[in-house]
């Protein structure tokens, strides 16, 4: 017997918790009766499980890396009928959704799942899963100025966590620099404004990795299937992070 919630998100259906939600506004039966609370328990190889009417299916799991491109909204559908991350997944009759987000103009490792667990898993704030970022900058920081960002600078959200910061390429011509950054929290439009706090702004900003899992050999706009043990790293991965938090 499994947590209602718990069976759906690994239907496919949504995050765990957005599962929440479905349930609590009646939208799901079990054996034809609607359920609204949560905590219920399902035997989902032998409960029939509806939600708006429509049976789910335990259906196979798709884990996926798309190679976002600069203006795209992560996102399966735009009712302004702007470009999607789903409209680049040719192929995938399944229902995905992205892990975590990009803005618009961010472009580079987006992952895709039909399995809510593993999206929980990599995107809750607790496991901290390190993302690597590319970033053009206008100008070339001074080391003492990259130094604030190792040890964390104040946001109007709050401190940021330290960083890891290096600087990959410089361009004297355009006045421009490349940054290599790894953060370990998923605030909204993170890089950007903390470039903006030492003033030089991002020109272009790249994902380029995401926990173990590097973008390299997946042109712009192509994605690929994660491997077996690509995902048994990422699970690896946002499991020994929080062990780390928490002292274990």
Do not use: W
């Not at 765990?16 to 939208?27: F, P, Q």
């Amino acid at each position: 017997m499994e947590r209602l919630q718990k069976v759906l998100a690994e239907a496919g259906i949504a995050s765990r918790r957005k599962c929440e939600d479905i349930i609590t506004a009646g939208r799901v039966q079990v054996n034809g009766e609607v359920v609204t609370t949560l905590g219920v328990k399902v035997n989902p190889q032998e409960d029939e499980i509806k939600v708006d009417g429509r049976a789910i299916n335990q259906q196979q799991k798709i884990y996926v890396l798309l190679n976002k491109p600069k203006g795209v909204i992560t996102s399966a559908t735009d009712p302004g009928g702007r470009k999607v991350v789903t409209d680049f997944l040719p192929g995938i009759k399944e229902r995905v959704y992205p892990v975590g987000r990009l803005d618009y103009d961010t472009e580079g490792l987006l992952l895709l799942t039909n399995d809510g667990e593993f999206a929980h898993l990599l995107t809750h704030p607790k496991h901290h899963v390190p993302r690597t970022y590319q970033a053009t900058v206008k100008g070339v920081p001074h080391g003492t100025l990259l130094e604030k960002l190792r040890t964390g600078v104040q946001l109007e959200d709050g401190m940021t966590s330290p960083a890891e910061v290096e600087y990959a390429d410089v361009n004297p011509e355009k006045n421009e620099s490349i940054i290599e950054i790894t953060i370990y929290e998923g605030r909204n439009r993170q890089v950007r404004r903390m470039f903006d706090s030492i003033s030089f702004p991002v020109i272009r900003l790249k994902r380029i990795k995401f926990g173990p899992i590097f973008l390299t050999g997946v042109p712009r706009g192509k994605y690929r299937h994660l491997s077996v043990s690509e995902i048994k790293e990422l699970r690896d991965a946002a499991l020994s992070t929080h062990k780390v938090q928490k002292g274990q």
